[in-house]
């Protein structure tokens, strides 16, 4: 096992040093930069539409990604898409850690009925088709951007906890744990102080990898017709919008795509970085 | 002069002309689009001159939808309706302008006072499995129809139905217990095509998925691998026989996908509700071996305003949203053109509809809606609720609307759903504006949208003088007193600003080159009787 | 230590216990979507009137409350009668069997598909560790998992079937698996329309397979034993397929049997796009619908079949090693 609390420390200098690490970090950084300066970067406000932008192509004249169906600026759209897109991925894959970590390293180390019922919750997320879940909660709740992360949160919660619940059975089996509860440690001491760091590297590897899926998801939700509402655009929604101007506009497609790749090719980079350093077994 | 009182020829032309408003507009009346018998002659057929029309082949079409039952008593879908249209035979049909024309009957009289209208039925008429399609057959039909066990969702098409009784074999009595003027509708549709009592009482339930009728076409399968398959069916005798062997029905529902079906010619053509995507018109048209049909249809889309809450309860914030939608923005932006603007309730080729209006429309004028907005004290950033269905078109439509009203300081939040949930979300007034999308065949749609009382009223207005002047329009039977009717209410709802109109939507159709004889009807579907396929 | 027989029938109950809440969760939770059937039915009527729609729940039996309804539908859903659909009138069990087949084949050969290329591509990447090979890996694989699937199945759509004309744009025309024995011929007629959605599905799933392949084989190349056999002075390759590639499968061919229960409902995408006769598609339907007794059915063979994958897989773990009896 490497020396946890070192590599954490070096970690920012590791990265610069592995060319994986330093090209994710850089991409992850390039579009978190993006995303919170949407304003500043966009030359035109993404909902503001105009008869003369309409299908306008690549790279023409103060529009460097054309225009939509609608007249908007797809480059506006594109960099304002970033905040939404990420915004959901970052809630999700946050939300979705914090209520798997916690239920699962509870449940790991406590055992017994709370192991047994976290469990139950856990086989029955994971065993309902989620997108039939997210349809059917979309349905009830109306769609929307909270009902969007609420429902991703409940299908990828489960994932988590699984795993951190079987970082938490190995830690549980560790000597210095059986010493901290032999010297008095209480319960939440414990999982706080020794089981929460533990299983910390393996839920930073498993959410950067999540985060890329997330952004996916949300691009199959509004396909479904169930994504984030307008005006307010989303990469996965301007994928979809575009669908059907592939042949007569790829423009409206390829900006929002190439966004979603190099996120996802950043995140992953990233996430394979920190896998190979922290957690070479996921 | 009461119904019962009139010369039966004057009541069959009351019906008939019922019939023929009604079928113009025959359609998912929320979503689907309603077609006017305005310009056929315009659009031809896709018959290329000096072509001899030829038997064979199967013409293969490819739908957004698919049926959920084939039985007629145990769906209300359209495109269920549609594809049975094909398999069953009714007592009369419409033809490709919505007009009443003779079926499994060759005429009718209607006796007793209106209530009951006896038909002659064709002689030697057969089902596709060979048994006769008489009297007998009517009568199984409509009790079954009307029984409760059925729980047939379109047995309303019926009204106040009586009894049905068969006079001999061929003649057959259908009795209502009072003149029932929408007779037609139902009687055309193929809700109510006449059923075969041997299949249905041995087929049980699965009769939906195995349909015998007396149709131009026999059903041969329905499978997941290959859709919808029905055959010519020869000893065919309410009309001309099909000159196509096979007819195929097959649903895409992505539209990129059933474009690129049609364009690598694995189907011929593809017709019928949102079929053809309005986003691929254009390009469509370009394409020199696919042809492309249009009409116009009987629907409005338009921005209903729920007077039960602030500040759409002030004329003066109705009126400057009037003023600060452009319908041809949205029609040239979200619709690439393919609509008519809309100028009042009713849409322009509606009977009943009143010219005026096109005078007294709100004229796109958003420093009038600035000045309106500030004059009624709303503050720049208010923020509307707007509801709609998913439909791309209705949802970019909101989206050109929300950009315009945004331009006079109104913020407008847009929640897009299947129709199902718009429909019980507006009921329970949860919307500020609603993008309402009608399909209606009569001027009569004016009740349940505007009337305090009726289903579709979304406005939650309660006005007792617009109340009886509608319920006044449903009984006038002098057409120039109802006429003037219909105007007052009309310009009334103009003047009050209880909606601002947006546009009038066109139903499509498009074929291969080898399709001729394809004539898009007013309800947005294809007689395929006529259709020949070009070797 | 509970007994191995123990174990199953404990696992058995929790297995039916989750698969019983699913569907009952499913079937309260689409009775809170606005809208009931009659309403859906009736938004392309608008003759209907509230008296004709109220008759019609009556007739259609919507006025029985949940917990009752449920309790019969139960009942009879372990005669396995999934009662009748409410819009296309007929058995629940035959629809849903009528559609199962093609989904389950379209989930196999996307699976093939996807196995055939990630475990080639997983040893390469983990042989040339951080070598130009494992990034061009790397960066297909994350290709893989960053396209949406409704974008490539409509890419790979306008590419092979309307530029190229090479293979038909969608639809399915039988069983590939079943036309095996009838010959090369009969077997491509069936297996071209299974290629771009399958190939669409099998993407994303590459990538991920491709990944595990990559991590089992650099735990695997680590282990003893195969520094043993490189000591040996064995050849590299025979190394790697005869002993690292065969220890480095398990984990991938295990994950794969998961995913193949997932992916009974998650081609939801792909059948939409390439119109494939899917009990996805049934599913989807049935929500819009609202035909309650469909949607409890789609959802409960779905689980069943991921419960039951899931639960094989387990039985087979602890038949293997049986400390993970009391885990």
């Known amino acids: 096992m490497p020396e946890r609390g070192a590599s954490r420390r070096g970690l920012l200098a590791a990265a610069c040093r592995s060319a994986k690490g330093a090209t994710g970090l850089l991409l992850v950084l390039l579009v978190v930069a993006v995303a919170l300066a949407a304003p500043a970067l966009a030359p035109q406000d993404p909902s503001v539409q105009h008869v003369s932008w309409r299908f306008l192509p690549f790279l023409s004249p103060g529009h460097p990604l054309g225009g939509d169906n609608l007249g908007r600026d797809v480059f506006a759209r594109v960099v304002f898409g970033a905040r939404t897109s990420i915004a959901v991925a970052l809630l999700v894959v946050g939300i979705a850690t914090l209520i798997g970590s916690l239920l699962g390293a509870v449940a790991g180390y406590a055992g017994g009925a709370a192991d047994a019922l976290t469990m139950r919750a856990v086989d029955f997320m994971l065993a309902f088709p989620f997108l039939l879940l997210a349809l059917i909660v979309m349905a009830v709740l109306g769609p929307g951007f909270w009902t969007l992360v609420f429902a991703l949160v409940i299908a990828s919660w489960a994932r988590f906890a699984r795993i951190v619940r079987a970082e938490a059975l190995r830690v549980r089996r560790l000597d210095f744990i059986d010493a901290a509860r032999a010297m008095g440690a209480t319960f939440w001491r414990i999982v706080r102080r020794h089981v929460l760091p533990n299983v910390l590297p393996s839920m930073v590897v498993l959410g950067t990898l999540e985060v890329a899926q997330i952004i996916i998801a949300e691009a199959a939700l509004s396909f479904l017709g169930l994504g984030v509402q307008p005006p307010t655009p989303s990469w996965g929604g301007m994928i979809s919008d575009g669908r059907d101007f592939l042949a007569d506009a790829p423009w409206m497609t390829l900006g929002p795509a190439a966004a979603i790749v190099l996120t996802s090719v950043g995140v992953n980079l990233f996430g394979d970085f920190l896998r190979d350093r922290w957690d070479p077994r996921l | 002069m009461s119904l019962e009182d009139l010369p039966p020829k004057r009541f069959l032309a009351l019906a008939d002309d019922y019939l023929r408003r009604y079928a113009l507009s025959r359609r998912a009346a929320l979503r689907g689009a309603l077609a006017t018998a305005a310009t056929v002659s315009a659009l031809g057929s896709t018959a290329s001159r000096g072509d001899t029309p030829r038997k064979g082949g199967t013409l293969r079409v490819g739908r957004v939808e698919e049926p959920d039952s084939l039985d007629p008593h145990k769906t209300s879908l359209a495109v269920a309706s549609a594809t049975m249209g094909y398999i069953y035979e009714s007592p009369a049909r419409r033809d490709d302008d919505g007009k009443l024309v003779p079926a499994l009957a060759e005429g009718w009289e209607l006796r007793d006072g209106n209530k009951t209208l006896v038909f002659h039925l064709r002689q030697g008429a057969t089902f596709h499995d060979g048994s006769p399609c008489d009297a007998n057959a009517c009568v199984f039909t409509v009790k079954r129809m009307l029984d409760p066990a059925t729980a047939a969702p379109t047995a309303y098409l019926l009204g106040a139905f009586d009894t049905i009784e068969a006079i001999d074999d061929h003649t057959v009595a259908y009795k209502f217990k009072q003149p029932f003027v929408p007779v037609w509708v139902g009687l055309t549709s193929s809700y109510c095509g006449i059923l075969p009592p041997g299949p249905v009482q041995k087929l049980g339930a699965q009769f939906g998925r195995n349909p015998v009728g007396s149709g131009p076409f026999k059903f041969v399968s329905w499978a997941p691998d290959s859709g919808i398959k029905l055959a010519r069916f020869d000893q065919y005798k309410a009309g001309p026989v099909p000159l196509v062997d096979a007819l195929q029905f097959a649903q895409y529902p992505e539209d990129s996908t059933r474009v690129a079906a049609l364009q690598s010619g694995e189907i011929n053509a593809i017709w019928s509700g949102q079929s053809v995507p309005l986003d691929r018109v254009r390009s469509l048209k370009r394409e020199s071996d696919i042809q492309v049909q249009q009409r116009p249809s009987l629907s409005i889309r338009a921005l209903d305003f729920n007077e039960s809450r602030k500040p759409l309860d002030d004329i003066r914030v109705r009126r400057a949203i009037c003023h600060a939608v452009d319908p041809q923005r949205v029609i040239a932006l979200a619709l690439d053109g393919n609509a008519n603007p809309a100028h009042g309730p009713l849409p322009s080729a509606m009977p009943g509809y009143d010219k005026k209006v096109d005078q007294l429309a709100y004229k796109y004028d958003p420093d009038q809606a600035r000045a309106l907005l500030k004059d009624a004290g709303v503050q720049p950033g208010t923020t509307l609720h707007l509801i709609c269905n998913d439909s791309p078109s209705i949802r970019q439509s909101a989206e050109i609307v929300q950009a315009q009203l945004k331009d006079v300081g109104l913020t407008v939040t847009i929640q897009s759903m299947p129709i199902g949930q718009v429909v019980a979300l507006t009921k329970k007034a949860e919307h500020d504006i609603y993008l309402y999308t009608y399909t209606y065949f009569d001027p009569d749609i004016l009740y349940p949208a505007f009337d305090s009382k009726g289903s579709l009223n979304r406005d939650f207005v309660a006005d007792p003088d617009m109340d009886r002047m509608i319920e006044a329009s449903r009984v006038e039977f002098d057409d120039a007193k109802r006429q003037a009717l219909y105007d007052t209410i009309q310009q009334k709802l103009v003047e009050e600003a209880r909606w601002a109109p947006l546009f009038e939507p066109l139903n499509f159709a498009a074929f291969d080159s080898s399709v001729q004889g394809a004539v898009l009807r007013v309800d947005g579907e294809i007689d395929a009787r006529k259709v020949w396929l070009k070797a | ?327």
């Open chain 3, 1 to 327: 230590m509970p007994s191995g027989s123990g174990f199953l029938a404990r696992r058995l109950l929790h297995s039916l216990l989750v698969i019983l809440g699913i569907t009952f969760v499913a079937a309260a939770m689409i009775r809170l979507v606005p809208g009931d059937p009659v309403d859906i039915m009736a938004a392309g009527n608008p003759g209907m009137t509230e008296a004709d729609k109220d008759n019609l729940r009556a007739q259609l039996g919507l006025t029985t409350p949940l917990p009752q309804a449920f309790v019969g539908y139960v009942a009879n859903a372990v005669h396995g009668d999934l009662g009748m659909s409410l819009r296309q009138r007929a058995p629940v069990t035959g629809l849903i069997l009528e559609r199962l087949p093609q989904t389950a084949e379209l989930s196999l050969w996307a699976l093939v598909i996807s196995i055939a290329i990630a475990i080639p591509l997983g040893t390469i990447t983990a042989l040339r560790r951080n070598g130009v090979v494992d990034y061009a890996g790397t960066t297909f694989a994350v290709l893989g998992i960053s396209t949406p699937g409704f974008l490539l199945g409509i890419l790979l759509i306008l590419l092979f079937s309307v530029e190229l004309r090479l293979l038909p744009s969608s639809g399915f025309r039988g069983s590939a698996l079943m036309a095996i024995p009838f010959g090369p011929a009969a077997f491509w007629a069936k297996f071209r329309y299974f290629i771009l959605p399958a190939t669409s599905l099998a993407f994303a799933l590459t990538a991920i397979n491709a990944r595990l392949t990559r991590s089992a084989m650099l735990e695997v190349l680590s282990q003893e034993f195969v520094l043993v056999a490189r000591a040996k002075g064995l050849k590299p390759w025979t190394v790697v397929v005869r002993h690292a590639l065969r220890n480095a499968i398990i984990p991938v061919i295990t994950v794969a049997g998961l995913q193949f229960g997932g992916l009974l409902s998650g081609a939801i995408v792909t059948e939409t796009v390439f119109a494939w006769p899917g009990v996805g598609r049934l599913a989807v339907q049935a929500i819009q619908w609202r035909d309650y007794p469909l949607v409890q059915g789609t959802v409960l063979v779905s689980a069943t079949l991921f419960v039951a994958l899931n639960f094989f897989v387990d039985v087979l773990y602890v038949a293997v090693d049986p400390r993970l009896r009391d885990a």
